[in-house]
């Protein structure tokens, strides 16, 4: 395996209702149940982080090979929505929108780019024929 270049670490105790911490100190924080599912709604859940994650990871890639197309995509906005939906099986499936911002390009400009991003980005590229991605660009379903 390559080594390497960055590696977050963090521990968690107690699962969706307990306390999670990273290594260096930069977030520690409650997890609990989001209330729609029982819980008292106190926290953060995992869904919010990977969320939160995904769209950063989706906007650098965005901003990266906008400024390699000589387009601008800095100014990109991105809105995440990871869901928890039940299987069937008494199990949950998660599902994942994001809904892109690209002002300073034309609809068909940010579709090309936002197609591109979803092929580069480390986070799509890990979910791919894992979870249902949904792309939302300018307010148009890609």
Same mark, same amino acid.
């Given at each position: ?10 521990? *968690? ?55 390699? #197309? ?11 929505? *990871? ?15 994001? +809904? ?14 936002? +197609?591109? #991003?979803?092929? #580069? ?14 792309? *939302? ?6």
């Amino acid at each position: 395996m390559t080594e390497a270049q960055y590696t977050a670490e963090a521990h *968690v105790a107690g699962g969706r209702n307990g306390h999670a911490r990273t290594s260096d100190g930069a977030l520690d924080l409650d997890l609990r149940l989001p209330k729609e599912m029982g819980g008292d709604g106190e926290g953060i859940n995992p869904e919010q982080l990977f969320a939160i994650g995904y769209a950063a990871c989706f906007g650098t890639t965005l901003d990266l090979l906008g400024r390699s #197309a000589g387009r601008t995509a800095g100014d990109a906005e991105i809105d995440a929505a *990871v869901s928890l939906i039940p299987n069937g099986a008494g199990g949950f499936e998660l599902g994942a929108e994001l +809904r892109i911002s690209l002002p300073s390009l034309t609809d068909a400009e940010a579709a090309d780019l936002v +197609r591109a #991003a979803h092929q #580069a980005c480390p986070y799509s590229r890990a979910t791919r024929g894992n979870i249902d991605v949904a792309l *939302v660009v300018n307010g148009k379903p890609l």
